[in-house]
Every structure is written in structure tokens, then in C-alpha cells.
């Protein structure tokens, strides 16, 4: 048996790769085209590994697609493939346009004619899952209710709105065609081998580096954090148990503004990394104009997740981010291998 991941050497996806492989799971094929945040050295561990096929390739080719799907007979595609980052949405949103929704659809019509070479028991043992985010949810108010699976659609950003359109694709296939899918969508990951240009690896690099660490707006913008191990284990507990159709919202439990987190971390690498200087780290935080249509707030209720499928998260904030803050201190070569560049050039152009 054999399972396809798509994106499997970005952030979300290499972690899972790694932590399936790591749990005994069957060999993997990963299917990731490389852009700037799909990066071999977080598949390093893999190296060698006979269970972990790597090909370079991109979701919206539907030609490799269909020959990957036919040669190796995955059992199931875990599709994370995805531009995933809002701010660059907003520069650039064709590239979110033709990455989350026309690879989205490609990658489905070729799972539709693999579909159609497969026997009936292969048919009923097949799962295509699809990995979003809370964002295609729209933003709440401090005082509203967390996120459930049955909440309207109301994407602001054309990040979340290219995702929102993907999973609709994916709902569609399966009413349509047939095609067994699985959603879910989670809150904000955080964890080993996150690109720095999102909150958490942005901060630790330019604090380490004596940087400013730019907070958008207030910084009481509100997120729910989820490390991206429990993330990972949330997805293994849907693939083998979730309902055909259904969608699962995985999260975290855990809301915190973003000074807040920024306040967290300065205070851990006081401890763990002191600046020379002997002063907090909390003195390069810098207070930058708010991106156009910033949600205030994102939280995920994960009660249906853990009433159907008995999953919970086992890491608090606390826990993951210590870990988290820690992976980073001893991977400095990862680090400085992946903020080399254009990296720099885009860092410096939005916050400045």
C-alpha cells in the first residue's frame, strides 16, 4: 500500500511526511513542485529512506498527476499543496489563483480518470483528503462563538478566498463524480521547518539577528494556535476514521493575540538565547501599519474532531512553543540556508 502527499516538502506537509513514516505508515510518494517554501533540506531525515519517494512535480500538470497516480496506486492523496501565505496574496494573488484553485482542479480531474482504472474494492478503500484552513471562515468578533464546520463561508483575503474555492471543488467532486473526500481546515500551525516569513519563525529569526520584529497594527489581532505535530495526528485520525463528504476542523484550543505571542517568545529567548547586551528582547518589538482587510480574530471549535474521532491536541502553547523556539536555536544552518536571498528583499519591502 502506498499514500500520495502533495506539498510534501513545505511545512505542514514535510512534517507530516516525516511523522507518518516515523509512525510505521506505508511509503509515501510526495509530490511537491519546490517553490520558495518547498524546501528538500526539511526532508533531510529522509534521506536514503527506501518508504519516501520524492518527485518534483507540480498539482496543476495533469499529465504527471495522472501518471504518478498510475504507476504507484496510492490507496490515498493527502493534497496540502497550497500558497498559504496572506500577505503575499495580496501582491500576488494570481499565483493563490492558479496554485489553491486551478491545481486544485486539475489535481481532481486526475484523481477522476485514476478513479475510473481502479477495481470496486480499490474504489471503497480510496480517500482523497484535502487540507484547508480556518481562513476561508471569515473573521469574528472577540465575543462570537469559535468556528464550527456548518459556519458560513466569508473569506477576506485572496488567500482564503482561493482556498474557500478549493474546498468547494473538492465538495463538488463529490457530489458529481463520486470522488471520496475527506476536508479539513485548520487554525495556525506552528512548529519545525516553518518558512520565516509567517509570526512565529519571523520573530525568533529577526530577534536573534537584532532585527525589529514588526507586529501589524495593534497586534491584538487574535489567532488560534495549533503545533503542527498535533495537526499531523489530526490527519492520520481522519484519513483512517472520518466520514466520506464530511469536513473536520482541527484546532488548537488555544487563542492569543499576536503581541502576545510575540511577548511569549521574547521572554523565552531571554532565557534560552540572552541578547549580549543584557536587554529584553522585548525592545526591538516595532508597531508597523496593519495589512489591507487584517482579520481580527480566528478561532476553531474542534468538538466534532474529538466527539467522532477521539482526537485532541497534546500540546498546549506553552509546550509547543517552547519546542518550537528551541528547534529553531539548534537549526541555525536551516535557517540561514532558507532566509538567504529573495527572502530578504520581500522581508525588507513589506515591513518596512
Not at 487540507?131 to 468556528?147: M, N
Not at 474529538?306 to 512553543?321: N, Q, R, S, V, Y
Not at 536555536?329 to 538567504?340: A, M, Q, Y
Amino acid at each position: 500500500m502506498t499514500v500520495m502527499v502533495t506539498g510534501g516538502a513545505g511545512f505542514i506537509g514535510a512534517n507530516f511526511v516525516i511523522d507518518w513514516l516515523a509512525a510505521g505508515g506505508e511509503p509515501v510518494v510526495n509530490f511537491d513542485k519546490l517553490t520558495y517554501a518547498g524546501n528538500l533540506e526539511n526532508l533531510a531525515a529522509l534521506k536514503g529512506n527506501p518508504a519516501h519517494i520524492f518527485v518534483q512535480g507540480d498539482i496543476g500538470d495533469y499529465a504527471e498527476a495522472l501518471k504518478l497516480f498510475t504507476t504507484h496506486r496510492p490507496r490515498a492523496v493527502l493534497n496540502f499543496a497550497a500558497e498559504s501565505h496572506v500577505d503575499r496574496s495580496i501582491h500576488s494573488p494570481g499565483e493563490f489563483i492558479q496554485t489553491n484553485i486551478v491545481g486544485t482542479y486539475h489535481l481532481l480531474e486526475a484523481v477522476r480518470a485514476y478513479m475510473a482504472t481502479m477495481s470496486a474494492a480499490e474504489k471503497t478503500a480510496f480517500r482523497f483528503l484535502h487540507v484547508s484552513t480556518d481562513e476561508v471562515y471569515g473573521s469574528l468578533s472577540f465575543d462570537a462563538p469559535a468556528f464550527t464546520e456548518n459556519h458560513t463561508y466569508e473569506p477576506n483575503s485572496p488567500y482564503s478566498a482561493s482556498k474557500a474555492a478549493s474546498d468547494h471543488l473538492v465538495r463538488a467532486y463529490h457530489h458529481t463524480y463520486g470522488v471520496p473526500v475527506l476536508t479539513t481546515n485548520c487554525s495556525n500551525n506552528y512548529g519545525p521547518y516553518q518558512f520565516p516569513e509567517k509570526l512565529i519563525p519571523l520573530m525568533i529569526h529577526n530577534a536573534l539577528n537584532g532585527k525589529p520584529l514588526p507586529i501589524y497594527g495593534d497586534g491584538l489581532n487574535v489567532r488560534d494556535w495549533l503545533y503542527v505535530g498535533d495537526h499531523c495526528t489530526a490527519i492520520r485520525a481522519v484519513l483512517a476514521g472520518g466520514a466520506l463528504g464530511e469536513t473536520y476542523n482541527i484546532g488548537g484550543w488555544n487563542e492569543m493575540s499576536n503581541i502576545d505571542v510575540v511577548h511569549t517568545l521574547c521572554d523565552i529567548l531571554d532565557r534560552e538565547a540572552p541578547r549580549k547586551d543584557g536587554a529584553s528582547y522585548r525592545t526591538q518589538i516595532t508597531f508597523v501599519p496593519d495589512r489591507p482587510g487584517h482579520d481580527r480574530r480566528y478561532a476553531i471549535d474542534a468538538t466534532k474532531i474529538d466527539h467522532a474521532l477521539g482526537w485532541k491536541p497534546e500540546e498546549t502553547f506553552e509546550t509547543g512553543i517552547r519546542r518550537t523556539v528551541r528547534w529553531y536555536l539548534d537549526n541555525e544552518t536551516w535557517i540561514g540556508n532558507v532566509t538567504s536571498g529573495a527572502y530578504r528583499d520581500w522581508v525588507a519591502a513589506q515591513y518596512r
